[in-house]
């Protein structure tokens, strides 16, 4: 979850959405995101809402502490029960992501889902995914976690090289996530994910490929390649900028992601999003479908972001804010912004593009009509599916999925 926060018109105190949010809601899939914000350390790389305890010491007191954060969650989640009324839906999905949620105890998370399950109650076969570091769980907490409810978990691997490791600040050994993967079988949990970064600064094309083949080789059913990005105001882009590490070119992202989809591709998973790729559809991300797909969400946590019928909502970044807020029985809100039929409709371009379904004709312009057109013509788009309604990128459009994006929103 990205660190910054957009300007928006004010959040009413009590949270309330305007009437027509929740009009043909009963049609729209509802899930929950919970962030934890808390981390041990710092990854070099990391652009996120998170904050270590040397940084959260003398700010925010108390209420930044981790040692009562699922109470202030439940306060939340008990907030939105209030705000979204007689909404009848169950909730479909629920998220933990951080930050490290498993630096909270196990008996924390499932309080946090509990409240939800309480408050809403959870549809049948409901995903219930946290995210985890390496080194923060063991055979125990995960065990803890599949009595708790939660189905499935994503393991921050990035690398199974321990230079690259050590280039992105990550602290766990290697070997460690593709033992942790055992450890969720071992504990029930149907639905692991190893996330994998390529193009860190001295990564070579064989360190990637034995990163893809111990991911491979530990039998996870999804498996998340995302292609390094150097944000501004993180430690690794000032270590860039002095020149200690040399800048990875979108070429070379560029042949990392080919590598990956050979080798995933040969290992039985398909792509169904341009950085996802999983052995069936059960094992796809439901929840990061839902994003993709425009449907509804609450995003319970500092810096969270919430979607509900086309009103986007952000909380307020800093823990002790976020906890002030709700013991004064205020909604964290820091701002909101009401889309217009023009803003959902780029967005669903946006998005859908990006998945193996592609996105509807019908949802371009006839700007966006004409360069779908070219885009074909240049090998972009699969011709099958567009002559369906459909565009659709090829392989070879994946790897220009931002450019044929801006072309298409035209």
């Not at 996530?177 to 001295?202: K, M, Q, S």
């Not at 086309?310 to 002030?324: D, E, F, L, T």
Request: one cysteine or more; aromatic letters at 8%; a negative charge.
């Amino acid at each position: 979850m990205p660190s910054a926060l957009p300007d928006g018109e004010p959040m009413p105190e009590d949270g309330a959405l305007p009437g027509h949010a929740l009009a043909g809601a009963a049609g729209r899939p509802l899930g929950f995101y919970l962030h934890v914000p808390y981390c041990a350390t710092r990854c070099g790389y990391c652009d996120f809402n998170t904050y270590t305890a040397s940084e959260l010491r003398g700010s925010g007191g108390a209420l930044a502490s981790r040692d009562n954060y699922a109470d202030t969650v439940v306060d939340e989640i008990r907030l939105a029960r209030k705000v979204l009324g007689d909404d009848p839906r169950p909730v479909e999905t629920v998220f933990v992501g951080g930050g490290t949620p498993t630096l909270l105890p196990a008996a924390d998370l499932a309080r946090m889902l509990a409240a939800i399950h309480e408050e809403f109650g959870l549809a049948p076969g409901a995903e219930i995914t946290t995210e985890a570091n390496p080194e923060s769980v063991d055979p125990r907490y995960l065990a803890e976690l599949r009595a708790g409810g939660f189905n499935r978990v994503s393991f921050g691997m990035q690398s199974a090289r321990q230079h690259v490791l050590k280039i992105l600040d990550r602290t766990h050994t290697p070997g460690r996530p593709e033992a942790c993967v055992a450890e969720a079988r071992a504990a029930g949990f149907e639905h692991v994910n190893l996330d994998l970064i390529y193009g860190t600064p001295g990564e070579t094309d064989d360190d990637w490929r034995a990163s893809l083949d111990a991911a491979l080789g530990a039998g996870p059913d999804h498996v998340s390649a995302y292609a390094l990005i150097v944000e501004e105001g993180t430690q690794l882009a000032r270590r860039i900028r002095r020149g200690e590490v040399p800048m990875t070119d979108d070429d070379v992202h560029a042949d990392r992601y080919l590598l990956a989809e050979e080798a995933l591709t040969a290992a039985g998973f398909r792509w169904y999003e341009v950085s996802n790729w999983a052995t069936t559809d059960a094992a796809r991300c439901r929840h990061n479908e839902l994003y993709w797909t425009g449907a509804d969400w609450w995003g319970a946590g500092p810096g969270a972001h919430s979607h509900v019928g086309g009103v986007r909502w952000w909380n307020v970044k800093h823990p002790g804010a976020y906890a002030q807020a709700l013991s004064e029985g205020r909604s964290p809100g820091a701002g909101r912004e009401l889309l217009a039929d023009e803003d959902r409709r780029v967005e669903r371009i946006l998005l859908e593009l990006r998945l193996a379904a592609g996105c509807p004709l019908d949802l371009l312009a006839p700007a966006g009509s004409r360069a779908a057109e070219r885009a074909l013509a240049d090998g972009l788009l699969e011709a099958g599916p567009y002559g369906e309604g459909r565009a659709v990128l090829t392989l070879r459009g994946r790897l220009l999925a931002d450019a044929v994006v801006r072309d298409l929103v035209d």
